[in-house]
């Protein structure tokens, strides 16, 4: 979000804009990488409930991913999760339940990376794009 996007009242918790963009400039800007965040929880830490903080790393992330609206025609990009609390493993396996009822295209759920194992947990996912190429997105989980 821009200053001027805050001086008329935009509000960050509300901005359906990505968290980071990594930029390439050549003749014209462009996206080069993209990333959203999301705190996630398995257990109630404060007003943090785990469904509801499952549910919007699924749709207001993932989903803007495979839906386009974030990163259109990029074939990579990449979500973090802020963990507060919980087990990895219950983490994920809620992630892949979510996607599943909420319909999201996926061709590979997420599975740990082949590559990357060390802290912090890096896990892949792959989908398709209606109209677009598919995209592959890398998730990283980070314990706080």
């Known amino acids: 979000m821009t200053e001027q ?6 509000s960050a918790k509300t901005s359906s804009r990505i968290d980071l963009v990594i930029w390439y400039y050549s003749r014209r800007p462009e996206i080069h990488f993209a990333v959203e965040t999301k705190i996630i929880t398995q257990y109630t830490v404060g007003s943090r409930k785990p469904t509801a903080s499952i549910r919007r790393y699924v749709v ?15 074939p990579v990009a990449a979500m973090v999760a802020y963990v507060i609390s919980g087990d990895l493993s ?11 009822a ?4 996926c061709d590979k759920l997420l599975s740990e990376h082949p590559i990357f194992r060390a802290p912090p ?24």
């Open 90 to 100: 219950w983490l994920v396996n809620r992630i892949n339940t979510t996607m599943r």
């Open 5 to 10: 996007d805050f001086d008329e009242g935009a």
């Open 102 to 105: 909420e319909s999201i295209p």
């Open 60 to 74: 207001e992330g993932v989903k803007k991913f495979v839906d386009g609206q974030y990163a259109p025609n990029h």
């Open 121 to 144: 947990a890096h896990y892949v996912s792959r989908h398709s794009r209606t109209g677009q190429c598919k995209i592959q997105l890398h998730h990283v989980f980070v314990f706080v």
